[in-house]
Nanobody, 125 residues
Framework: QVQLVESGGGLVQAGGSLRLSCAAS????????MGWFRQAPGKEREFVAA????????YYADSVKGRFTISRDNAKNTMLLQMNNLKPEDTAVYHC??????????????????WGQGTQVTVSS
């Protein structure tokens, strides 16, 4: 499995921006799709965004489309999530995840076999 470490979370006012990073180690980063999920208190973990192995394909939850951008740098084993125009409902712990080989249901939690510990994002109104 791969080890994943998130960073970049924090407290921001509504309308502000944050950029999350996910550093990966332990297996060939470029061989696996990657994703971001988030979990708010009392709620299930939900899909935010995903990116294909090469970075050519990206996918977003409807709630973040047009505000968040996922990207990856395979040379640096790093994935990013640029979050703009943040809203209070974006408040959650954000986790990066590495997909299972051959996974196609990239919006499903079960398609990922490695998870980071998460980074807290808090958006005040």
């Amino acid at each position: 499995q791969v080890q994943l470490v998130e960073s970049g979370g924090g407290l921001v006012q509504a309308g502000g921006s944050l950029r999350l990073s996910c550093a990966a180690s332990g297996r060939t980063f470029s061989s696996y799709g990657m994703g971001w999920f988030r979990q708010a208190p009392g709620k299930e973990r939900e899909f935010v965004a995903a990116i294909t192995r090469s970075g050519a394909g990206t996918y977003y939850a409807d709630s973040v489309k047009g505000r968040f951008t996922i990207s990856r740098d395979n040379a640096k084993n790093t994935m990013l999530l640029q979050m703009n125009n943040l809203k209070p409902e974006d408040t959650a712990v954000y986790h990066c995840a590495s997909a299972r080989l051959g996974a196609v249901l990239i919006r499903n939690v079960g398609s990922y076999d490695s998870w980071g510990q998460g980074t807290q994002v808090t958006v005040s109104s």
